[in-house]
């Protein structure tokens, strides 16, 4: 071959090269937990939701302002009080091509109302779902519900032909450790596809390039890398491995934004972190007292009022907390801040209340808690137990990943434990509807009052806002006096990233990566 011709031939490749090499944008994305699951019904937990909404739609969802607004239905109205119609999109195809209709949309409805799906108090007033032509689905509710757009906005829309073919008509049992094509394999409209699913270590997503909206982004592929140690975590992020960590550790802000190269983002997030106390079984799992201190509104206060919540706050959270006296934070409906007020920290007080029930040499009992999911979950937990001993309460501590600890709890195996709670539809229903109602499948401190179960119907129910926010009022004042959970602090969330990333930080924690740039 001649020399010239050659040097074209080396010029073109390198051309090619160098051109899909300045196209090809890839995120780097790392936490320290991973998704539990892909199956979108299975397991209604924070990071799970996260993986989730980069490849599956709902039919409303919350932009960037966390407004709701149209996403797979384009307009929606409802005829009667109980009677919502939705109007399709009629250019929507999943990622394998496959056109989305209104039996997709009913199937997943009825999907995420089954046993296994942890979405199913989500839309327990729906009644019926029926599909009226290709692109209209008629949804019927047993009560008006003035908040039904909230919580389809977290409902995802999966394909009734794709669930078929592999054997997901029904979630994934997760509590029992099911495993299905759906919780390795996802199949949706989103503006990403998955390509590579290895549990807790890498999950890639590559572009859609079948979405139906608009690309606001430029990037073709997003590698997630979930990383649980947080000095490796970090590390891997200053040494570039990594390009972007929602949940930067607060001990390490300082560092990263000495970094030329990085920067810290940090809002208050939409979620409240709390310790539980079963308050049903007759003993102790974990104690030595042959009953049950936490029956006692005494003890469960004198908890309370050990716990230096300001110390945590300046301590364990480097002042990136807001401490909490209910499980809800400002912007949902039914705050105030006058409930939000902590009791006040008082270890004599808190000696009192234990000798007045009966426990004046206080008990043993074992915390449970996650390492893997909120921002210093372990080091609060280690926290509190260093105050709890000045009470002559002796905790020991069992931390452990958020997969065994979910799991066990929802298997009632905890008599003391902590727990974070998000409120998705900025909604204090949905706080209710989980932790408060009787029976409820996250109320294990199995609390039960009859007065809060009426107030949780008149929230579901109940258009006429001064009623509904009358109830709501009543419900968290009830609540609030029980003293049922131990109420710790609202979360501050920090994104730490390359400073060429661009991933708007959100309230609710979770990246939308198709308003999402590298440049």
Sequence with gaps: ?????????????????????????????????????????????????????????????????????????????????????????????????????????????????????????????ISGVKAIDDYTVQIKTSKPNPILLNQLSNIFIMSKQWSNENFAVVPQNWDAGQETFSATNAMGTGPFKITLREPNTKTVFKKNGKWWGDVE????????????NAATRVAAL??????????????????????AGHKVESTPQMRTIFLGMDQAADKLRSGNTGDNPFKKKEVRQALYQAIDIEAIKKKVMRGLSEPAGIITFPGV???????????PYDVDAAKKLLADAGYPNGFDVELRCPNDRYVNDEAICTAVVGMLGKIGVNVNLFAQT???????????QGDFYMLGWGVPTLDSHYVFHYLYESGASWNKVNFSDADVDAAIRVMEGEVDLDKRNAAIAKAWKIVRDNIAYLPLHHQVISWASKTNVNVPIRPNNEPLFRFSSVN
Excluded: C
Excluded at 238 to 256: K, M, Y
């Design 238 to 259: 200053l040494s570039g491995e990594i390009d972007i960590v929602t949940d930067a550790p607060v001990q390490d802000l300082a560092r990263i934004t000495a970094s």
């Design 333 to 343: 409906t039914g705050y105030t801040k006058a409930l939000d007020k902590r009791l």
């Design 1 to 125: 071959m001649k020399p010239k011709n050659l040097l074209k031939i080396l010029l073109a490749f390198l051309f090619v090269f160098a051109s899909s090499q300045s196209f090809a944008k890839t995120i780097k994305w790392s936490m320290q937990g991973d998704s539990l699951t892909l199956d979108p019904h299975a397991q209604n937990e924070g990071p799970t939701t996260q993986v989730s909404r980069q490849i599956y739609e709902a039919l409303v969802t919350r932009g960037l302002d966390m407004s709701i607004g149209p996403q797979l239905a384009t307009k929606w109205k409802a005829v009667d009080p109980n009677t919502w119609y939705f109007y399709l999109r009629e250019d929507v195809k999943f990622s394998n091509g496959q056109k989305m209709t209104s039996e997709d949309v009913v199937f997943s409805i009825l999907r995420a109302k089954q046993p296994t799906s942890d979405f199913k108090e989500y839309i327990s007033t």
């Design 217 to 228: 982004h430029n990037i073709t592929e997003i590698q997630l890398l979930p990383i649980k």
């Design 402 to 412: 958020k997969s065994k600890h979910f799991k066990e709890l929802k298997d009632d």
